[in-house]
Every structure is written in structure tokens, then in C-alpha cells.
């Protein structure tokens, strides 16, 4: 969304108390509107009806329902907002960035070994096939002797045919 469209939503809510400090902010692939401490998460492609809605339905909830019944929109004012203070050097993201960073670092390894484990045992099965290949083509080489050896005893044969024909082998 534009920041015009963010101006027209401001000017259609104006009967909201403390509507100029509306904002918005893309996380995630939502839009998120922020007024008086609460955010309104939604789709992008949602019309301008449908956000002034949600940002109405969220600040009808309990903690801006404790205006005093009957008191004027103009003459309102916002609950106080709390803001909490860590103690010690605790380091804390409210988005939690840091973690799910390191989550995906992980998940991206694991992922990258079981690929790699995957590849070598593709690889071993497929050396495999070639060490087989190589016993097919050894046999194959030793076609020629044989076929040597079986010209060799063929023409032995037909000498001794030869000669058994013709009275020479007696």
C-alpha cells in the first residue's frame, strides 16, 4: 500500500482518537497497521473497507473499551502505553530474527548433507555399474582367444578328417 492510501485511511478513521499516529509497515508479506499499541495485521490486497474494519474491530477490544461510556470522539484520549525495561545485558528481538536466522542456517546444512550423502551414494551405485561394464568388456576380450583356440582345434579336426578320408592316418 501507498502512503496515500495510509492518508486516506487517517482521514476516513478521523473520528478515531490518535489516528494520525496510524502507521504501516510490511512484515512477512502482511501489512501491519500500529495505533495505540496494537498492531492490525492484513492482506495486502485488502480494500480500504476491509482494513478500516479490522483497525476498528482491533480498538473495540477491552483495553480502548474502557473509555467511559458516552464520551465524545473529539474529547478522548488514548490509554497510556507501558514499556517494559530489560535488567542485565539480556539481548532480546522482538522479531526473533536472530534465532529463526540461525534456525534456517541449520536447516540449510542438513539440507546440504543429505544432498551430498544422496550424490555419494548415487555415485558408488553408479561405479558400481561401471565395474560391471568392465567385466562385460573383459569378457569380450577374451573372445579372441577363445575363437583362436576353436580355429585351432577346428582345423585340427578337419586335418584329421582330411586324413582319415584320403588313408593317410592308418
Keep these: ?13 478521523a473520528g478515531i482518537p490518535g489516528i494520525d499516529g496510524l502507521s504501516m509497515q510490511i512484515l512477512a508479506g502482511r501489512h501491519n497497521y500500529t495505533l495505540a499499541g496494537k498492531i492490525i495485521g492484513v492482506d495486502p490486497a485488502a480494500p480500504q473497507a476491509e482494513i478500516e474494519t479490522a483497525i476498528r474491530a482491533a480498538l473495540g477490544s477491552p ?3 474502557q473509555m467511559p461510556a458516552g464520551t465524545p ?13 530489560l535488567t542485565g545485558s539480556q539481548d532480546m528481538s522482538i522479531t526473533g530474527a536472530g534465532g529463526a536466522g540461525l534456525s534456517l542456517r541449520a536447516l540449510i546444512e542438513k539440507r546440504k ?3 551430498q550423502a544422496d550424490l555419494e551414494g548415487h555415485m558408488k551405485a553408479i561405479e558400481a555399474e ?41
Excluded at 470522539?73 to 525495561?85: E, K, N, R, W
Design 73 to 85: 470522539a473529539g474529547s478522548t484520549t488514548l490509554l497510556p502505553t507501558v514499556s517494559l525495561q
Design 63 to 65: 483495553a480502548v473499551a
Design 1 to 13: 500500500m501507498i502512503v496515500a492510501d495510509l492518508a486516506a485511511i487517517k482521514a476516513r478513521l
Design 113 to 115: 548433507a543429505k544432498i
Design 130 to 170: 561401471f565395474d560391471a561394464q568392465d567385466q562385460v568388456v573383459a569378457g569380450v576380450g577374451a573372445l579372441p582367444a577363445k575363437i583362436k583356440s576353436e580355429t585351432d582345434n577346428l582345423a585340427a579336426n578337419i586335418g584329421q578328417f582330411v586324413n582319415d578320408i584320403l588313408g593317410e592316418g592308418k
